[in-house]
Structures are given as C-alpha cells and as structure tokens.
C-alpha cells in the first residue's frame, strides 16, 4: 500500500529566549511542549490535565519570549506543540461554534522557511534506504532500483523541496560479488543520493526482526508481553548499529548534521559521537558504559582471531559465528556471575558490589541553585522517584572468561578515535550535530524499565543533540526515564547529561496533503468514487485503515461495530464498514493468531448481523492502491481508528485530506498520538467497546453543521502541519543549537557544571 501505514515503522510526525539577567535561563518557547497558544480554530487549549506547576511556569516564560515574525521557526514549533496538548479539548460534543466551511480545494500552507544553510551538509540515516532494489538479469547490471513508498518517505520527501541531503541505510538485499556491490553504490549515490550500508542476512535478520521488532516494538507499545529477550539478537542490533556508524563516520564532514531515524538506530549516536570525537571527550557515564554496550561487537577472542573479518576501512567487526559464540559464552557463564546492585537516589549514582569491580564508581550529587523542595524542575523530575530511593538490580551474567572474550569489543577502535583530537583534546570533525527522532510512542518509565538493556539504549540516544518525539507525553515519558534509570537531572525540555544540555521537543509529524488532492482530480478516481457511491447509496460508510498489527485495535474495532449494532438494531443493514488490513510480518506467530482471530470475528458478524442484500462489514486482508484508497476516503463518512497504541497514525490524515465534501467524522483513539493534535475528531477508548460504539453513534447522526466546523478545523490542521513543516521545522532547531560555556546561573532545577550546551536564538 502507498501511503495508508503511519510513520512507526517510520510507521506514519517544538526554547529559547534569553534576557540581559538571565542568558544561562533556557526559555521553554519552543521545546518544551507545553506552551498555552490559541490555535487556528480560535480556541485556547490549556496543557495536559497533568501538567504540574513547572508548566505553568514554563508557559508564563514562553509568553513572556518575543516573537518574529510567523515563519520563525519557534514560533512554528511552540504552535505545534500547542496543537498536541489539546487532547483534552478534543471531545467535539461540546463544540457548537458556526463556522464558514472553506474551499474543497484549499491547498496546504506553505511549510516554514529553511533557516540553515541550504548548502549545508545533512545526512539522513535510516534502517532502511528509500529505494527498492530486485536482482533481475534482464535489467542493465542485473537489477532494477525504484523509489519506496512509506511514511518516512513521503514525510522526507517534503523537505527535498528546500534542503537537499545523503540518505545511508541498508538496500533491502545482500549481493555475492564486490563488483555488483559497487555497481549498486554508484547507482544509489548517482541517481538517489543515498549510501548502503551492507549487512549479512544473518546480521539485518537478527538486528531489525529479532531485537529491534521483537524487543522494541512491543515494549514502546506497551505490549511487553510479546518480548522475547535473546542476547544473540542484541549483539546483532549493537553490530549493525556499529556498522551504520562506521558508514556514518566515512562521509561525514564538519559542519554537518546527521539525522537518525527510528528505533532501528538507537546507539548510532552514541558509537558515531565516539568514533567522530573519540572517548577522551566524554564523561565518566558513558566512559564506563561504553564497553557494556560495545562488547562482542568488534572483539573476538584469541580462539576465534582467525575467524574475524576485515572491513574495507581496516576496523574489524565480528562474523557472524563469532557473535553467536559471544552471546553463548554470556549465557553459560550466568551461573557464575557476582550480582550487582545499582542505587539511584535524586541526581546521583551511587554502587554496592559484591567483590571489586571498577566500572561503576561512586558520584556524588553536583551542588544545587536551589533546593529540590523549591525547584520545580527537581519537582518535575523526581516525582516518581517519592520520597525514598529507586534500586534496581544489574545482571552482569559475565565470568571472566566471558568478560575477556567481549572487552576487546570497544578499546581499539575506540581509542582509535582519540588519536584523531586535536591537541586540546578537540576533535577534528567534532562539530557534528546528531538529531535522533523515534516515530513510535516512548513508554511510560514503569513499562521502559522492563528493558534488560535499558541503560543502554538510553545512553546511545542520549549522545544525540536534538531528541524529538511526535507527542510531549512521549518526551515526557523519556525524561522520566532519564531521571529514574540514570539519574540525570532533567527539565521538560532536556536533559543535562555528562556537562552538556542535550534538547528535547515534540515535533508532530504530518502528511503532503497535495498528495491526496492530486489523487482525486484523477478521472479513474472520480470514476471509482461514484461506483462505491452508488453500490453504497442509501447506507452510511465508516472506513477503517490499517496494518494486520496488534497494536492497531483491529480486533477492538470489530467489538465496537458489534456493541454499536446489538444497541442500535435500526442500524443493520444501513451501515457498513470497510475495513482494509494489509498484511504484516505474517512469518510470525503472533501475527498469525491475531489475524486467525480477526477473521472468526468478522464472520461471526458477519453471519449475525447480514442478510441477502449486504453485509455489516467487508474486510479486505490486503493492500489497496493509492488511487483505490483515496475512493474509499472520500467516499466515507467516518473513519474509525481504534489502536491501542500508535505513535501518530497517519491514515487519520489521509482521511481529512481526501474528504472534499468535508462532512466526514473522525474517530480517533486516544491512544494514538494523532489524537493530541487532530482537535474536532471524536477522542475515544478503543478498550470500551461501548465507548466506541456511542462514538459510532454519534458519528452517524451528527449534525451537519458540527460535522462541517468539526471538519473544518481538522482541514486546518492538516493542510498547516504537513511532512515538510515537520522536517524543516526539526532541522530547522538542530542547526540552531550551538555549544556555549554555562553562565553564573543556573537554569531552574539543573545542577551546575563546568558547560552545557545550550540553544542560541
């Protein structure tokens, strides 16, 4: 399917002003998320019901920043953000306001201004590159390249337009001769400006189906459930990460800015920031953590030296028997490992041990401007923590045969980036600037620390300049882990990690809507769009969009439509449900037992509640294309999205950007975070079958009028916040943030140090 998935997986995306008295003061303007604004539909929508008073604060600071002028970028981003906060505003049963419906044809606002160099080196880095690549022999040097549909890709395609940049992934395929690989490479950088990152199938095996959407995808959406921890697949997901820096490192030149994508990636920063700089710039966190993460990457042991391989630039990496040998010889040695127990009061680390054991070091709270009791950004962060301490137990599962089989991982090439420092210890190339944006929600710190390498992960992402969330509930939820798990001193737009100030901000992804305008201007659309309309004339149609996923609600819909006609009698046979569920991931078992599942629900239903005539539900388990999927959005008068979980959704705006009519009703989770931002849909519990099926109700008996402002509202928001607004607006802050020396002040509630990096507006 073109464009009907959501950017997690891309799927299918806001500080600073600084007075003469207070220039070390990071002003909240932008990244904070939580800035009170009245948006587009005139109403002003207050921050979450949970905002503590920081917030407040934080919002009295914004309003207090002078603007420029509507382009700034800021400014951009604080509105937003504005936009995600109004979740609680969201329940459009209360809105009555009359409002002049704008034209079906009204185009996207232009996306705001680029404010770094055009020039400027930007490299993209994702799991996987935007270009399909099929081996064919009859093609001119045996394969053929196209470009990929996705939401990433259309998301990036928007920038293309003002920014050029390199993209660097893995091309989906591995070839058996350096002749074709280099053919491959030329073509990619010639025609596509893209890089490939070459894996074994072994390695993009394990790295992207065994650790990153067996361990990740489920635990950031809250499905912990489905994990299934195998060190084997971590070591793979560290050496892909490792060898995505490498290729990150060969191109890379200062001045540049590197952007990665994706929970695919998550210690790139880290390795990159280390491989670019060298260890001897960083702190004594990530000093002593280093070789947890890099160990059994690169290293081999004096048994297995024969075995390793060469890389093309000299580092040695592990095969792939190496690796396996490395994760077998940690499991065998668990018997026989010395606990460990890791205490974390408020800001601090501090370490009990059985035995001697030099990786953690005690560290001892940094002074405070004020008190924690009178600082709200200490409020803000330690208010999970209570009154007391968080322990939390380490298993090394390491003897020391297996510790000397896997710390030789990090040393030499690490250390091989030291030598390239200047001589005040300043890297040659250490200029970069690291922007890490995750498409999928980042989950509550209670869930996050299930995590066996929790730590690690959040210090590969840590390294980064810029971290950006769809939502400030999700960045919330990362700073939260920050404090918990690392004791990082945190305030709702950062965190201050190792001297440095590393931003955080809610960037909510959008789509091109021009895209979908463009689609029904087609005759065979148009002509497709009167067939379903006269093959459903008489009866209500409630689309419904999504991938064969558990985290898509599918099953929770059909419960719903279920509920909705067992309460509604009158109903049956007056509405329809079109739902499409293309396939995903169907090696899996999980996956095949949800679809089993779905399908004996429809039929049931089906069975119920059908007649001669037609059927409640017609359920298409398969892509659609583009032109076909716009005919279904237009033709819908609601559209339902039930998932239990989902980073934005996209097809929400797929769905509002093909409505011409503009009559159509939006029916959106809660749990998605399209919901924060998308103000006139109907906000619903997709757990609460009847909760869905009142909305349905409601979707189908509204009034034209509040259909029409609803909509109007949503149109707004869509046309305004489209994936080029979303890019620029990322880039746009990563090229603004610059290194500075903290001043004699403090900012509220973060702990002094030597520097910070700070952003300059």
């Given at each position: 399917?073109?464009?009907?998935?959501?950017?997690?997986?891309?799927?299918?995306?806001?500080?600073?002003?600084?007075?003469?008295?207070?220039?070390?003061?990071?002003?909240?303007?932008?990244?904070?998320?939580?800035?009170?604004?009245?948006?587009?539909?005139?109403?002003?929508?207050?921050?979450?019901?949970?905002?503590?008073?920081?917030?407040?604060?934080?919002?009295?600071?914004?309003?207090?920043?002078?603007?420029?002028?509507?382009?700034?970028?800021?400014?951009?981003?604080?509105?937003?953000?504005?936009?995600?906060?109004?979740?609680?505003?969201?329940?459009?049963?209360?809105?009555?306001?009359?409002?002049?419906?704008?034209?079906?044809?009204?185009?996207?606002?232009?996306?705001?201004?680029?404010?770094?160099?055009?020039?400027?080196?930007?490299?993209?880095?994702?799991?996987?590159?935007?270009?399909?690549?099929?081996?064919?022999?009859?093609?001119?040097?045996?394969?053929?390249?196209?470009?990929?549909?996705?939401?990433?890709?259309?998301?990036?395609?928007?920038?293309?337009?003002?920014?050029?940049?390199?993209?660097?992934?893995?091309?989906?395929?591995?070839?058996?001769?350096?002749?074709?690989?280099?053919?491959?490479?030329?073509?990619?950088?010639?025609?596509?400006?893209?890089?490939?990152?070459?894996?074994?199938?072994?390695?993009?095996?394990?790295?992207?189906?065994?650790?990153?959407?067996?361990?990740?995808?489920?635990?950031?959406?809250?499905?912990?459930?489905?994990?299934?921890?195998?060190?084997?697949?971590?070591?793979?997901?560290?050496?892909?990460?490792?060898?995505?820096?490498?290729?990150?490192?060969?191109?890379?030149?200062?001045?540049?800015?590197?952007?990665?994508?994706?929970?695919?990636?998550?210690?790139?920063?880290?390795?990159?920031?280390?491989?670019?700089?060298?260890?001897?710039?960083?702190?004594?966190?990530?000093?002593?953590?280093?070789?947890?993460?890099?160990?059994?990457?690169?290293?081999?042991?004096?048994?297995?030296?024969?075995?390793?391989?060469?890389?093309?630039?000299?580092?040695?990496?592990?095969?792939?028997?190496?690796?396996?040998?490395?994760?077998?010889?940690?499991?065998?040695?668990?018997?026989?490992?010395?606990?460990?127990?890791?205490?974390?009061?408020?800001?601090?680390?501090?370490?009990?041990?059985?035995?001697?054991?030099?990786?953690?070091?005690?560290?001892?709270?940094?002074?405070?401007?004020?008190?924690?009791?009178?600082?709200?950004?200490?409020?803000?962060?330690?208010?999970?923590?209570?009154?007391?301490?968080?322990?939390?137990?380490?298993?090394?599962?390491?003897?020391?045969?297996?510790?000397?089989?896997?710390?030789?991982?990090?040393?030499?090439?690490?250390?091989?980036?030291?030598?390239?420092?200047?001589?005040?210890?300043?890297?040659?190339?250490?200029?970069?600037?690291?922007?890490?944006?995750?498409?999928?929600?980042?989950?509550?710190?209670?869930?996050?620390?299930?995590?066996?390498?929790?730590?690690?992960?959040?210090?590969?992402?840590?390294?980064?300049?810029?971290?950006?969330?769809?939502?400030?509930?999700?960045?919330?939820?990362?700073?939260?882990?920050?404090?918990?798990?690392?004791?990082?001193?945190?305030?709702?737009?950062?965190?201050?990690?190792?001297?440095?100030?590393?931003?955080?901000?809610?960037?909510?992804?959008?789509?091109?809507?021009?895209?979908?305008?463009?689609?029904?201007?087609?005759?065979?659309?148009?002509?497709?769009?009167?067939?379903?309309?006269?093959?459903?004339?008489?009866?209500?149609?409630?689309?419904?969009?999504?991938?064969?996923?558990?985290?898509?609600?599918?099953?929770?819909?059909?419960?719903?439509?279920?509920?909705?006609?067992?309460?509604?009698?009158?109903?049956?046979?007056?509405?329809?449900?079109?739902?499409?569920?293309?396939?995903?991931?169907?090696?899996?078992?999980?996956?095949?037992?949800?679809?089993?599942?779905?399908?004996?629900?429809?039929?049931?239903?089906?069975?119920?509640?059908?007649?001669?005539?037609?059927?409640?539900?017609?359920?298409?388990?398969?892509?659609?294309?583009?032109?076909?999927?716009?005919?279904?959005?237009?033709?819908?008068?609601?559209?339902?999205?039930?998932s239990t979980r989902d980073g934005m959704n996209l097809v929400s705006y797929e769905y509002i950007a093909s409505q011409n009519a503009g009559k159509g009703v939006m029916i959106l989770s809660e749990f998605a975070g399209a919901?924060?931002?998308?103000?006139?849909?109907?906000?619903?519990?997709?757990?609460?079958?009847?909760?869905?099926?009142?909305?349905?109700?409601?979707?189908?008996t509204m009034p034209l009028e509040l259909r029409t402002s609803n909509f109007e509202k949503l149109r707004r928001y869509v046309n305004k916040h489209t994936s080029a607004w979303w890019g620029i607006s990322f880039v746009n802050?990563?090229?603004?943030?610059?290194?500075?020396?903290?001043?004699?002040?403090?900012?509220?509630?973060?702990?002094?140090?030597?520097?910070?990096?700070?952003?300059?507006?």
């Amino acid at each position: 399917m073109t464009s009907a998935g959501d950017t997690e997986g891309s799927s299918t995306a806001e500080r600073a002003s600084s007075g003469s008295s207070t220039d070390s003061n990071l002003s909240m303007h932008s990244l904070t998320g939580v800035t009170i604004l009245a948006n587009d539909d005139g109403i002003t929508h207050p921050g979450p019901s949970n905002s503590t008073r920081v917030h407040d604060e934080v919002n009295a600071a914004a309003a207090a920043a002078p603007r420029t002028d509507a382009n700034d970028v800021a400014h951009n981003n604080a509105s937003a953000s504005a936009q995600a906060q109004a979740s609680n505003s969201n329940n459009t049963s209360s809105s009555n306001r009359k409002e002049a419906p704008s034209s079906p044809q009204a185009q996207p606002a232009p996306p705001p201004q680029l404010t770094v160099d055009p020039n400027a080196g930007l490299i993209i880095v994702s799991n996987r590159l935007p270009v399909t690549i099929k081996a064919d022999p009859k093609a001119p040097g045996g394969y053929t390249f196209s470009l990929s549909s996705g939401g990433l890709v259309s998301a990036l395609s928007g920038c293309k337009k003002q920014l050029s940049f390199t993209w660097i992934g893995w091309p989906g395929l591995s070839v058996n001769s350096r002749e074709d690989e280099e053919y491959i490479e030329r073509r990619l950088k010639d025609e596509y400006s893209c890089t490939p990152v070459w894996l074994s199938d072994e390695i993009a095996d394990r790295h992207y189906n065994g650790f990153s959407n067996s361990i990740l995808w489920p635990l950031f959406h809250y499905h912990p459930g489905e994990m299934s921890f195998d060190e084997l697949n971590w070591l793979a997901y560290r050496e892909a990460n490792l060898m995505f820096a490498e290729k990150v490192r060969s191109v890379v030149k200062e001045g540049d800015m590197v952007w990665v994508q994706d929970y695919h990636l998550m210690l790139l920063p880290l390795m990159l920031r280390t491989l670019v700089e060298g260890s001897g710039l960083q702190g004594r966190t990530s000093q002593r953590e280093l070789e947890h993460v890099r160990r059994g990457v690169d290293g081999t042991s004096r048994l297995e030296k024969s075995e390793a391989l060469a890389a093309p630039d000299g580092s040695v990496y592990s095969t792939c028997p190496n690796i396996s040998r490395a994760a077998s010889a940690g499991r065998r040695s668990s018997s026989r490992s010395r606990p460990t127990s890791t205490i974390y009061a408020r800001g601090h680390v501090t370490t009990e041990e059985e035995g001697a054991d030099e990786r953690f070091t005690a560290r001892e709270p940094a002074a405070q401007t004020q008190t924690e009791a009178e600082a709200p950004g200490w409020r803000e962060t330690s208010a999970e923590i209570g009154p007391g301490v968080d322990t939390e137990a380490h298993d090394q599962h390491r003897t020391r045969e297996a510790e000397e089989f896997y710390q030789r991982s990090a040393r030499d090439e690490v250390r091989r980036g030291e030598g390239r420092g200047t001589s005040d210890g300043a890297s040659a190339r250490g200029s970069i600037k690291i922007g890490f944006f995750l498409h999928t929600p980042f989950p509550s710190s209670e869930i996050y620390r299930i995590l066996p390498v929790r730590r690690e992960i959040l210090l590969g992402i840590l390294h980064s300049d810029l971290i950006g969330f769809h939502t400030y509930d999700y960045a919330r939820h990362f700073l939260s882990s920050c404090t918990r798990i690392l004791g990082l001193p945190t305030m709702p737009n950062g965190a201050e990690f190792e001297g440095r100030y590393v931003h955080v901000g809610a960037y909510p992804i959008g789509i091109e809507p021009s895209q979908f305008h463009e689609g029904l201007a087609k005759a065979s659309v148009k002509e497709r769009i009167a067939v379903l309309k006269r093959r459903f004339e008489g009866v209500k149609i409630i689309v419904g969009v999504d991938r064969l996923d558990y985290i898509k609600g599918v099953p929770q819909k059909l419960l719903g439509l279920e509920t909705f006609l067992q309460e509604h009698p009158e109903w049956v046979g007056k509405v329809v449900l079109i739902q499409v569920a293309v396939p995903s991931r169907q090696d899996v078992e999980e996956y095949q037992n949800l679809r089993a599942s779905v399908n004996e629900t429809v039929g049931r239903l089906n069975g119920h509640f059908g007649t001669v005539e037609s059927m409640p539900i017609h359920f298409l388990h398969r892509s659609v294309s583009f032109d076909e999927l716009c005919a279904l959005y237009a033709v819908g008068d609601a559209c339902l999205v039930t998932s239990t979980r989902d980073g934005m959704n996209l097809v929400s705006y797929e769905y509002i950007a093909s409505q011409n009519a503009g009559k159509g009703v939006m029916i959106l989770s809660e749990f998605a975070g399209a919901a924060q931002s998308l103000n006139g849909s109907l906000i619903i519990n997709p757990w609460d079958k009847f909760a869905v099926a009142d909305a349905i109700h409601e979707a189908l008996t509204m009034p034209l009028e509040l259909r029409t402002s609803n909509f109007e509202k949503l149109r707004r928001y869509v046309n305004k916040h489209t994936s080029a607004w979303w890019g620029i607006s990322f880039v746009n802050d990563l090229g603004r943030i610059q290194v500075s020396k903290l001043r004699s002040e403090s900012p509220v509630g973060v702990r002094r140090h030597s520097s910070i990096s700070m952003l300059q507006v």
